[in-house]
C-alpha cells in the first residue's frame, strides 16, 4: 500500500503547488488516514518541501482498527505533555525552506491557525478547501473491497437479528445487540450510532433508539452500519411486526420501493446528482408525500460515513465511476411510522453491469 499513499500525496502536492503553495497541512483525521494509512489520535501529516512527516503528540498504538501508518512516510513524536502537532509543522515547514503553507482552514480552530502564525510569522498560510475530500471521492479497487466487506458483515448481522424474537424486545435493545453483532462478525465497530424505530417512530431519519417496545402490528425500521478498516457502509430496512401488513403499510411501503428502485437505476457514470435525487423524488412526490421526505436521497460513503457527493435537490456535480453513494428514500408519517429503505451502492458503467449493489438484504416486506 506504501504506493498508493505516495501517488494520492504526490496527487496532492501537485494541487498545492498549483495553487502557489510549497507545502500542505493535513489535519482532518480521516484525510491524515487516506494520506499517511493511519491518523493516530491528534496527528497531522505534513507534505513538505523536502520530506513529508506524520507528527503525532504520543506514541501511536498499535491497534489494527487504526490503520496502519505507510512504512516510507517518517513518524515524528513530539517531545513533552501537551504539544501541538499542527503548530509543530509550521516550524518545521519553515525549516525545509517553505514560505507558504496550505492548512485546512474548514478543521483547524482559529487558535489553532493563529498559533502556527505565532511559530512561523514569515510563513504565508493559505486554504487548502477540500482538496483532500475531492481526492477521497472515486475510490481504488481496495477501498471498494473494504466497503463490500463492511457491507457483508452488516448483512449478516442484520439477517441474524431478523431469526430472533422481536416483539417485546426495546428498540435500544435492538440498536445495541446489532453493534454487539456487527464486532463479533469482524467488523472494527458501527460505521454510526444504530438506528431502531418501532410503531410512530420508524423510518424516522435518524432517529435515536428509545425504550418503546417493538408491538405487533408495528413497522419496525433498522439503519445500520459497519466500518471495516476505517471505510464505512450503510444499510436500511424496513418490516412489518406480525403476520399480516395493513394496507396503508403494504401501499406505503411499495411506494418507497418504487423510489429508492429509481435511484439506483439513476446511478449511471455522467449523472447529475440532483437528477439521481429526482429520480427517487418525484415518485413520492406524485403520490403527494412532498411534505413528509428527507432533505436529501444519498451521499457518499468511504473514510467517512457522510461524505460527497450528495444527492439533494440543488445539489451540483455530476457522479464518476468508482463512486460508493447510499440511496435512501424515505416517508415519515408523524404519528403512524414510516419506511425508509437503504442500501450502499458503487457506481458502475453499463459495460461493467451497472451500479454494484454491495448491500444485498432482501427488500422484500418481510412479516417477522
Request: charged residues 25%; aromatic residues 2%.
Amino acid at each position: 500500500m506504501s504506493e498508493v499513499y505516495a501517488a494520492r500525496r504526490t496527487r496532492l502536492r501537485e494541487r498545492c503547488n498549483a495553487g502557489g503553495s510549497a507545502a500542505a497541512l493535513v489535519s482532518r483525521p480521516a484525510n491524515v488516514r487516506y494520506l499517511a494509512g493511519a491518523a493516530p489520535r491528534g496527528a497531522v501529516l505534513l507534505l513538505g518541501a523536502t520530506e513529508d512527516l506524520l507528527l503525532c503528540g504520543e506514541p501511536p498504538d498499535d491497534r489494527p482498527t487504526g490503520g496502519r501508518p505507510d512504512e516510507t512516510l517518517r513518524l515524528r513524536v513530539l517531545p513533552g505533555v501537551g504539544a501541538d502537532p499542527a503548530v509543530a509543522a509550521g516550524g518545521l515547514a519553515v525549516t525545509q525552506g517553505a514560505d507558504s503553507l496550505a492548512v485546512e482552514e474548514h478543521h483547524l480552530t482559529v487558535a489553532r491557525h493563529r498559533a502556527i502564525g505565532s511559530v512561523a510569522p514569515r510563513l504565508r498560510l493559505a486554504d487548502l478547501g477540500q482538496a483532500v475530500e475531492q481526492l477521497r471521492v472515486v475510490k481504488d479497487e481496495e477501498e471498494i473491497s473494504c466497503l463490500r466487506i463492511g457491507a457483508e458483515i452488516a448483512d449478516q448481522a442484520l439477517g441474524e437479528l431478523l431469526e430472533s424474537i422481536l416483539v417485546g424486545r426495546t428498540e435500544r435493545h435492538l440498536a445495541l445487540e446489532l453493534e454487539r453483532r456487527l464486532v463479533d462478525h469482524g467488523a472494527d465497530g458501527p460505521a454510526f450510532p444504530t438506528s431502531v424505530g418501532t410503531g410512530p417512530n420508524s423510518g424516522r431519519p435518524g432517529h435515536r433508539p428509545t425504550d418503546r417496545r417493538v408491538e405487533e402490528g408495528d413497522f419496525l425500521s433498522v439503519c445500520l452500519g459497519a466500518t471495516y478498516r476505517g471505510y464505512r457502509c450503510e444499510i436500511g430496512r424496513t418490516f412489518v411486526i406480525g403476520t399480516s401488513p395493513a394496507d396503508w403499510q403494504i401501499e406505503l411501503y411499495d411506494l418507497v420501493f418504487a423510489a429508492q428502485r429509481a435511484g439506483r437505476e439513476a446511478l449511471v457514470p455522467g449523472a447529475a446528482h440532483r437528477d439521481v435525487d429526482r429520480a427517487a423524488r418525484q415518485v413520492l412526490d406524485s403520490a403527494g408525500f412532498t411534505e413528509h421526505l428527507p432533505v436529501r436521497t444519498g451521499h457518499g460513503v468511504g473514510l467517512e460515513i457522510d461524505e460527497d457527493p450528495q444527492m439533494t435537490p440543488a445539489a451540483m456535480g455530476k457522479l464518476d465511476a468508482c463512486v460508493p453513494v447510499t440511496v435512501e428514500p424515505g416517508v415519515h408519517l408523524p404519528g403512524r411510522g414510516g419506511v425508509r429503505i437503504d442500501d450502499t451502492l458503487v457506481v458502475r458503467p453499463e459495460a461493467d453491469g451497472g451500479p454494484e449493489l454491495l448491500t444485498i438484504t432482501t427488500k422484500e416486506l418481510l412479516a417477522l
